[in-house]
T-cell receptor, first 114, second 114 residues
């Protein structure tokens, strides 16, 4: 049973436009959310995160929005650049004991066309 | 400079023949994770170490074992690989709580079972 869902396997946008990647979760215990970016033949790299006490976090061109009541988060990339083409994973964690673990979605492949 | 190093990048093993994947880190992080990612699926946590404290996921098969002889190294042992164990195996580290730090991933080891 997928606790973190990325329902769009792929997304294609034009350079300079906005990319919106969506993520839904089912576990109400999740209280920290992250986005990872993965290029082919590389491991995932951390992009941006948000705590459940916030509804928005911004870092340059990347903004993550969290809607707790809907159990939904989204990653906005503005403006999109060809170098942003990658697979984006949404991940969530819940504090358990002395450590935490990440639960990932299946990923969304973003293609930014020049 | 690579901070989380997985060896080998590609591993081919025979059905039923034990295989060991290795992960090393130069970050001196407390936590090390092993994830399994099958094609078009989300990375799935197998287990993690917080220092020497081993945490196994409830649905991780007994066929999978792990060792962490010191802070820098962590091994994934598959005792009797089956065809269904063919996947990308990702190692990750974090300093501690994920909301205070990010997780760093290695490039992964792609395991093929023949």
């Amino acid at each position: 049973d997928q606790q973190v869902k990325q329902n769009s396997p792929s997304l294609s946008v034009q350079e300079g436009r906005i990319s919106i990647l969506n993520c839904d979760y089912t576990n109400s215990m999740f209280d920290y959310f992250l986005w990872y970016k993965k290029y082919p033949a590389e491991g995932p790299t951390f992009l941006i995160s948000i705590s459940s006490i916030k509804d928005k976090n911004e870092d340059g061109r990347f903004t993550v929005f969290l809607n707790k009541s809907a159990k939904h988060l989204s990653l906005h990339i503005v403006p999109s650049q060809p170098g942003d083409s990658a697979v984006y994973f949404c991940a969530a964690s819940a504090s358990q004991g002395g450590s935490e673990k990440l639960v990932f979605g299946k990923g969304t492949k973003l293609t930014v066309n020049p | 400079d690579a901070m989380v190093i997985q060896n080998p990048r590609y591993q081919v093993t025979q059905f039923g023949k034990p295989v060991t994947l290795s992960c090393s880190q130069t970050l001196n992080h407390n936590v090390m994770y092993w994830y399994q990612q099958k094609s078009s699926q989300a990375p799935k946590l197998l287990f993690h170490y917080y220092d020497k404290d081993f945490n196994n996921e409830a649905d991780t098969p007994d066929n999978f074992q792990s060792r962490r002889p010191n802070t820098s190294f962590c091994f994934l042992d598959i005792r009797s690989p089956g065809l269904g164990d063919a996947a990308m195996y990702l190692c990750a580290t974090s300093r501690g709580f994920l909301r205070d730090t990010e997780a760093f991933f290695g490039q992964g080891t792609r395991l093929t079972v023949v």
